[in-house]
């Protein structure tokens, strides 16, 4: 016997065709080419000739070239072979397919990273340039994972609408609010990072870990939700950068301009969807062309915001001693437009020195701040100080006169000044610790100032501050959430981190922790430096336009505007760098067909095609044009995937898979279905709309995935989910026998294929698959003729056809092949083992062999009324039927006719189940029903009807029904001939096949006498080798004929022509026409003419007759006379379904 060895030969690893260009880790260390062959082939390439290297062990798999063998570090070349003989030699046959563990860990050890779905890591910046060795992983914990994950975190919604959401929700439920979105982020991480631990995450995020976990339906509705949620939060901060540019850095860039002020806010979505469509484009070119230029830009944006928010802690530590002056103008409890306020005249008039008369004016009446009247002066005097009405007089009245008709409320109230920015240290906290929700056109009130009684709505037309949209806690819930995301920044990292199992637990929490005290921080500090009336300002319209965050700044408000403005552009850029690699990693999964045009990309494995898709949906966010309608919606598509990171960590952690073991140990099955019930409750209580849209979306891509079949088997926790409910239900169903009104036909159909492995009666399973209707359990067997260590493959191939046939009739189910010396064998032992506990099969479909009277071999109806007698002894029922090839496939529904039940004997009811069981397909939909039963000469037929129609009646089955009276006769002689024809053929069959025997015998007698001879045993009931059923008697692929090995002597021969002489003599002839038919027989063939003839009188154009099957004789010797009944029994009739009850009841009349 030749031995499997190793030749192994030093070499380059450029010297290996693919390696060098696919596997960077390798190149970095001495190549080693390894073979795998026989002694002798070894022998031979040493002896002369260049070895042929052998790039079999070399396959593709996740879009990424991965060595399949066994790399073994040799540097003794040949010299070692004979050692690793002596040592492994009990192995060495076996080690191409399991390697030395001294090679598996080699391999082990070299593990890069690869970027899960994109390669441009490892790929060559410029093609053809040769590659460099791969540099292993240095990120640590702080730069790979803390910051990365702070700069994701900290984001637009911190600088532009925090302050808002204090003022509108106050500081109790702004704390709320931040504590609830935090929390549900925090128990995500600790999910995600014992997800993250068990075991290697290749770059992905999120999808690897929700795809692996949950499965590729799960993962790929998630992961789009996800990358949508991605998308659109580029474009949530591409608006925030707008905003910040167009409000506070450079208002005159507007484009569009309204006269009035019930279109300024039209004309300024106008200015976002122009300014945001060029900023998205500038963004999206700067990506295509390199991502370098982004992650070098990286760490300029996150010393932006690091500064931004340093700063605002500066200031709010600075305000306690000297606040900064920021007034805000009042009147009554109304907050003033400071963009209206000229020259800082917060009042009606203003005192103005006159330096000429004024022609015609004898004097003049003054008006002070109160209204009341001041003596009037002489304009010949020096000239005095006039009081003049201002500029807001003229926004409140019809003219700048003072006795020009002004407003009710104008009148009534007065004009106050108050500090915008009060300071830590003046108590304002008090005030600003309960909700001011406002209504949509509500004017920004401060409810501590007095204010008339009257007062009357305000219009728009005058200089409020006015709320643009309705607020609430759940819509200021929905509008915070984005702040809290960018959390998975660490794990998508994973690749670059030099200990990924410790890095992103400990760097992503870490950052959840900072950020999170930053906000409850920010929340308390804002509450208690900045006025109510200016934290409820969104666009800080009081302060005169300036950004409310920026105005509690220090040094300077432009701090914060330029640090945002930044910050936001940097956190777009990334969202459109991540988003289209996380489209190409689900692309290159291949889960999603329509997607797979976004898997290509540039040489380098720039996704570009992902990035003009992520582009274009990012274009829909800014035609949405308001920060507060996009947040919501990427809001629902996070909160979707952190709830599906919890599931993952909870199932796993409920299944106990033997998989599971993550080195991160601070996790608990009841903190992951927590996390998954807040994101589950954010979801609703932000948007319930927007909610069902964001689940319907999923489902989609999930039935979607799931009606394609995604091919591809991770290991998933909804299998390990199914696997845990299949085993709980299967031992509730041990607990006892089914109940007769839960009794459904659990099938199991046999069928036989051909020498090419074609089945060869597939209308049998189209049968079934009507029967069923898609419901229960269905089991596809056939047998095998052979060997089971020969015959594997065979084995193998015929579960496949079986496979193939039951996907193109859409029958659900399992398939099984046994194989078997003798297919009566297989076919006891598949009817013994199928199923499993309670899901038993109960029904056995089988095909009538065709032509066994024409069959020189007996088998194939021996093996038929054998399975006959083993489904009987199983109390198993059994359906069979005859002329199969003429029943309606699925596609022809039967024309209306009828399905005619002959209950003969009462054999648990399925005569009656399996017609209206039928009736539910398609095909059998418009057949009527007809009952007819046999009655004797002493049975009461008319009420026989009457019990028979009640019967029906509380069945809730419709059916005609009809008694069919069998008088008494004499046995006719026709039934006679028949009988004895039958008996006399069967003998003379007997006959013919022993006497065939015998002239074999002897013809092997003359040409081997001497010899050891193979004599094919055809006649033995013992040999059986051929597989019954005809079209559906068990399988099969060919006869296997067995041989009996023999010495065959003179005197052997002559004794056995002796004793088995018969018809080959004329004599034998005469004595078999001699003989008698039994009266046994006679009788019973008498039985199947006379139903016959009723059968075929009633029925002859039924669609479909079901009869009962009666039983096999108990003794074997009369089995082919049985087979003549039963053709007796059917003749005539087109498509006859034999029915042989289990034993058991399987219909009833109670509820």
């Known amino acids: 016997m030749a031995s499997v060895r190793f030749t192994v030969t030093p070499t380059k690893a450029e010297d290996l065709p693919g390696l060098s260009d696919t596997s960077p880790d390798i190149s970095s260390r001495s190549g080693a080419r390894v073979r795998f062959g026989s002694r002798e082939s070894v022998n031979r390439s040493e002896a002369g000739g260049a070895e042929t290297p052998d790039h079999s062990n070399l396959d593709q798999g996740d879009g990424n070239s991965k060595i399949s063998s066994v790399y073994i570090n040799n540097t003794h070349g040949v010299d070692d072979d004979d050692f690793y003989d002596r040592n492994l030699a009990l192995f060495e046959e076996e080690m191409d397919t399991r390697p030395k563990v001294s090679s598996l860990l080699n391999r082990l050890a070299n593990y890069t990273n690869l970027t899960q779905g994109a390669k441009e890591h490892e790929e060559a910046e410029a093609i053809g340039e040769k590659k460099k060795a791969s540099k292993s992983p240095q990120m640590g914990t702080f730069m790979g994972v803390y910051l990365p994950c702070l700069q994701n975190i900290f984001g637009v919604i911190l600088f532009l609408r925090l302050t808002w959401v204090v003022g509108s929700a106050g500081v109790l439920q702004g704390l709320c609010i931040v504590f609830i979105c935090c929390c549900c982020t925090l128990l995500t991480a600790i999910s995600m990072s014992a997800i993250a631990t068990n075991g290697v995450v290749p770059a992905g995020g999120a999808y690897f870990m929700i795809s692996r976990s949950l499965g590729p339906e799960f993962g790929g509705a998630v992961g789009l939700c996800f990358y949508l949620g991605t998308t659109f939060a580029g474009a949530m901060y591409i608006l925030g950068a707008i905003e910040i540019l167009l409000m506070y850095i450079a208002p005159k860039a507007a484009i569009f301009e309204s006269k009035h002020p019930e279109g300024e806010g039209a004309a300024m979505l106008n200015n976002m969807r122009v300014y945001g469509s060029i900023c998205l484009l500038l963004m999206s070119l700067l990506v295509f062309v390199g991502v370098k230029y982004v992650n070098k830009l990286a760490s300029v944006f996150l010393a932006c915001v690091i500064v931004s928010i340093v700063s605002i802690y500066v200031g709010a530590l ?28 917060c009042a009606k008039t203003a005192l103005q020195q006159i330096k000429e008369p004024v022609e015609g004016a004898d004097n003049f009446t003054l008006i002070n701040e109160n209204g009341t009247m001041v003596p009037t002066f002489d304009p010949t005097l020096e000239p005095p100080l006039l009081e003049q009405t201002t500029h807001l007089w003229k926004q409140f009245c019809e003219g700048s006169e003072v006795n020009a008709s002004c407003d009710e409320y104008f009148l009534s109230n007065n004009f106050s000044q108050i500090e915008g920015i009060p300071g830590l240290a003046s108590g304002i906290i008090s005030e600003n610790l309960w909700s001011a929700y406002l209504g949509r056109g509500d004017v920004v009130e401060k409810s501590s100032l007095g204010s008339s009684p009257d007062a009357h709505p305000a219009s728009t037309q005058q200089p409020y501050v006015f709320a643009d949209i309705t607020t609430s806690f759940t819509l200021l819930v929905g509008i915070f959430f984005p702040s809290v995301t960018g959390i998975m920044a660490g794990s998508n990292r994973s690749g670059d981190l030099k200990d990924a199992q410790r890095s992103i637990p400990i760097g992503t929490i870490l950052a959840i922790i900072t950020t999170s005290i930053v906000y409850l921080t920010s929340v308390l500090l804002f509450g208690a430096c900045i006025d109510g ?33 930044f910050s936001t552009c940097g956190a777009g850029l990334q969202s459109l760098t991540g988003a289209p690699r996380l489209l190409q990693a689900i692309a290159k999964d291949n889960i999603i067909p329509f997607l797979r045009v976004f898997g290509h990309g540039k040489a380098n494995g720039e996704p570009t095609w992902a990035l003009l898709l992520t582009a274009l949906i990012a274009e829909l966010g800014i035609l949405i044009a308001s920060l507060d309608l996009v947040a919501p919606i990427l809001t629902m598509f996070f909160l979707m995937c952190y709830l599906f990171v919890n599931l993952a960590c909870g199932l796993q952690t409920l299944l106990r898979s033997p998989n599971w073991r993550p080195r991160f140990s601070y996790y608990h099955w009841t903190l992951s279905f927590l996390g998954m019930t807040i994101c589950l409750a954010l979801m609703f209580i932000s948007s319930w709309y927007y909610a069902i849209v964001a689940m319907v979306i999923a489902g989609m891509i999930y039935k979607y995935i799931e009606y394609h079949g995604a091919e591809k088997e991770w290991g998933d926790g909804i299998r390990g989910l ?42 049998l399973l189209t049968f079934a698959s009507q029967l069923k209707a898609g419901k229960g359990l269905t089991i596809v067997g056939t047998v095998v003729s052979g060997n089971f260590l020969q015959s594997y493959g065979e084995a193998l191939a015929a579960e496949q056809t079986l496979k193939h046939l039951m996907d193109k009739e859409r029958v659900k189910g399992f398939c099984q092949c046994i194989v078997a010396q003798k297919p009566r064998e297989g076919i006891s032992h598949m009817i013994q083992s199928s199923g499993l506990g309670g899901m038993k099969p109960n029904t056995v479909v089988m095909g009538w062999p065709h032509a066994w009277r024409q069959s020189e071999d007996p088998q194939a109806w021996k093996t038929f009324i054998n399975t006959v ?81 009640t019967f029906l009646y509380h069945l809730r089955i419709e059916a005609d029904v009809e008694v069919v009276e069998m008088h008494d006769s004499d046995i006719s002689a026709y039934t006679y001939e028949r009988t004895l024809m039958m008996e006399q053929r069967s003998q003379m069959l007997r006959q013919m096949r022993l006497s065939k025997s015998d002239r074999e015998k002897e013809a092997q007698l003359v040409k081997d006498r001497n010899s050891m001879l193979r004599l094919t045993s055809i006649g033995s009931d013992d040999e059986d080798d051929t597989d019954g059923g005809g079209g559906g008697g068990g399988g099969g692929s060919t006869e296997h004929h067995r041989r009996v090995q023999m010495t065959w002597t003179k005197e052997k021969s002559s004794q056995y022509r002796a004793m088995h002489s018969g018809c080959s003599t004329p004599e034998g002839f005469r004595d078999m026409l001699s003989i008698r038919p039994d009266h046994s027989n006679v009788r019973r063939m008498h039985t199947a003419v006379k139903l016959n003839e009723v059968i075929v009188n009633k029925s002859h154009d039924a669609r479909l007759v079901l009869l009962n099957m009666p039983g096999p004789p108990r003794n074997t010797d009369g089995d082919e006379n049985y087979m003549e009944f039963l053709e007796v029994l059917t003749e005539g009739l087109e498509r006859v379904l034999l029915v042989r009850g289990g034993g058991s009841e399987v219909i009833t009349i109670y509820s």
């Open 318 to 345: 600075v305000s306690a001693f000297k606040p900064p002056h920021f007034p805000v103008c009042m009147l009554g409890n109304r907050t003033i437009s400071g963009h209206e306020i000229e020259g800082g005249q």
């Open 533 to 565: 009336v200016v934290l409820r300002d969104k666009f800080g319209d009081s302060v005169k336009g300036n950004l409310v965050v920026g105005t509690l700044a220090w040094p300077s408000p432009w701090v914060i505007v330029i640090g945002s403005f």
């Open 722 to 763: 199914s696997l845990s409910a299949a085993r709980y239900a299967l031992l509730r169903l041990e607990e006892g026998p089914p109940h007769t009104k839960n009794w459904r036909p659990q099938v199991l159909v046999l069928l036989k294929l051909d020498e090419d492995a074609h089945v060869k009666s597939p209308r």
């Open 869 to 949: 007698r083993v489904t009987t002894a199983a109390h198993l029922a059994l359906l069979v039927p005859k002329n199969i090839s003429l029943f309606p496939s699925n596609s022809e529904p039967c024309a209306e006719g009828y399905i005619d039940v002959w209950w003969i004997v009462h054999d648990g009811g399925m005569l009656m189940l399996l017609p209206f069981l039928l009736r539910q397909h398609k095909v059998w939909r418009k057949c009527a029903m007809r009952i007819f039963t046999v009655a004797q000469m002493e049975d009461n037929s008319i009420q026989m009807k009457k019990d028979l129609a």
